[in-house]
């Protein structure tokens, strides 16, 4: 046994064996439409406990409509946009249904989840402008959402996590909502390149592959040239400054891992606030598996903390 493989916590190694002994055909060879019906089966249930009310909505955007799910904590301190990951091809409210209800809780504040539409019937700007012109409502309907409140922040995972930066640069950009904090969670920040050593490292067995990765941003950007892009690849962008303060988590097992890490260096680097946290025996998307995989729970139980500390010392200084 290899000293990556005895860092691994002992039952996120025993799901990979189960992962691997279902032998998972690639996505190149599937499709969206079977990866989304086989993501739905592994939607994680917490048993019917809700921490929170929510009320599902409609939004008008550009070109149609999308959905939104509200979470409304007891006591709101302010409003919380959260993207889910799915690589902007898979995934929506109901898979990040535990992980959004169990944010507002923790963070006591309300949670919006955007339903953005997904790649590759929609690819990019699509997915962004859905996810920032929910922002922008969001910061036009502080007071109703949250009632004496004047705090807007952002969370994604995953590629999720990718969509909130891409919203945070917009903001800034195009004078949008002032955003108090993102909530970056194992993040994509950078599909120009796959070629780091965590890519290297683990781009087989580790739930997350590659060769996923590869697929999905093929997904997202039709135009290969655009992968540069600062809003699908912030790492790339030359100018980070004026980003709000940021929570960034990374797994230790995981393809995108070194990217994250760069990318939280080149915030520092910037001048913005960052608390960077490493999470050594986890893989890609702990988060969502917290519900089956005890270890994986215990690190979602303190990456909550985190997140409402952050935003709890954001809100004192704003």
Same mark, same amino acid.
């Given at each position: 046994?290899?000293?990556?493989?005895r860092?691994? !916590?002992?039952?996120?190694?025993?799901?990979?064996?189960?992962?691997?002994?279902?032998?998972?055909?690639?996505?190149?060879? /599937?499709? !969206?439409?079977?990866?989304?019906?086989?993501v739905?089966? @592994?939607?994680? %249930?917490?048993?019917g406990v809700?921490?929170?009310?929510?009320? =599902? @909505?409609?939004?008008?955007?550009?070109?149609?409509?999308i959905?939104l799910? $509200?979470?409304?904590?007891?006591n709101?301190?302010?409003?919380?946009?959260?993207?889910?990951?799915?690589?902007? /091809?898979?995934?929506?409210? =109901?898979?990040? %249904?535990?992980?959004?209800?169990?944010?507002?809780?923790?963070?006591?504040? #309300?949670?919006?989840?955007?339903?953005?539409r997904?790649a590759?019937?929609?690819?990019?700007?699509i997915?962004?402008?859905d996810?920032?012109?929910a922002?922008?409502?969001?910061?036009? &309907? #502080?007071?109703?959402?949250?009632?004496?409140?004047?705090? *807007? !922040? $952002?969370?994604? =995972?995953? !590629?999720?996590?990718n969509?909130a930066?891409?919203?945070?640069?917009?903001a800034?950009?195009?004078?949008?909502?002032?955003?108090?904090?993102?909530?970056?969670?194992?993040?994509?920040?950078?599909?120009?390149? +796959?070629?780091t050593?965590s890519?290297?490292?683990?781009? =087989?067995?580790?739930? +997350?592959?590659k060769? %996923? @990765?590869?697929?999905?941003?093929?997904?997202? *950007?039709? %135009?290969?040239g655009?992968?540069?892009?600062?809003?699908?690849?912030?790492l790339?962008? *030359?100018n980070?400054?004026?980003l709000?303060?940021?929570?960034?988590i990374?797994?230790?097992?995981?393809?995108l891992r070194?990217?994250?890490?760069?990318?939280?260096?080149?915030?520092?680097?910037?001048?913005?606030?960052?608390?960077?946290v490493?999470?050594?025996? @986890?893989?890609?998307?702990?988060?969502? +598996?917290?519900? &089956?995989?005890?270890?994986?729970?215990?690190?979602?139980?303190?990456?909550?903390r985190?997140?409402?500390?952050?935003?709890?010392?954001?809100?004192?200084?704003?």
């Open positions: 046994m290899s000293l990556t493989e860092q691994l !916590a002992e039952d996120i190694r025993g799901f990979l064996q189960l992962v691997e002994s279902l032998e998972r055909p690639a996505l190149t060879d /599937v499709g !969206a439409e079977v990866a989304r019906t086989a739905k089966t @592994m939607t994680p %249930d917490d048993g809700r921490r929170c009310q929510s009320e =599902d @909505m409609v939004l008008d955007v550009a070109g149609g409509q959905p799910r $509200i979470y409304r904590p007891r709101p301190r302010g409003v919380l946009v959260f993207l889910h990951g799915g690589g902007w /091809v898979l995934c929506d409210l =109901d898979t990040h %249904d535990v992980f959004a209800d169990q944010l507002a809780h923790s963070t006591q504040y #309300v949670v919006v989840s955007v339903g953005y997904l590759p019937e929609h690819p990019y700007p997915p962004l402008d996810a920032y012109a922002l922008c409502w969001a910061g036009a &309907n #502080v007071e109703a959402l949250a009632p004496g409140c004047s705090q *807007v !922040a $952002i969370a994604g =995972d995953s !590629a999720g996590g969509l930066i891409a919203c945070s640069l917009k800034r950009d195009q004078g949008g909502p002032r955003i108090l904090h993102q909530l970056l969670f194992y993040p994509v920040t950078d599909i120009s390149s +796959l070629e050593p890519y290297s490292a683990f781009a =087989d067995g580790y739930y +997350l592959r060769s %996923d @990765m590869a697929w999905f941003a093929q997904q997202y *950007v039709a %135009d290969a655009s992968t540069s892009d600062p809003y699908v690849s912030p790339c962008s *030359v980070l400054q004026g709000p303060p940021t929570y960034l990374t797994a230790g097992f995981d393809v070194d990217e994250g890490t760069e990318f939280a260096a080149k915030l520092k680097h910037a001048g913005v606030p960052v608390r960077y490493c999470y050594p025996e @986890m893989i890609h998307g702990f988060l969502t +598996l917290a519900s &089956n995989i005890p270890s994986a729970r215990t690190a979602t139980e303190r990456v909550l985190e997140a409402a500390q952050e935003l709890g010392s954001q809100q004192v200084s704003a």
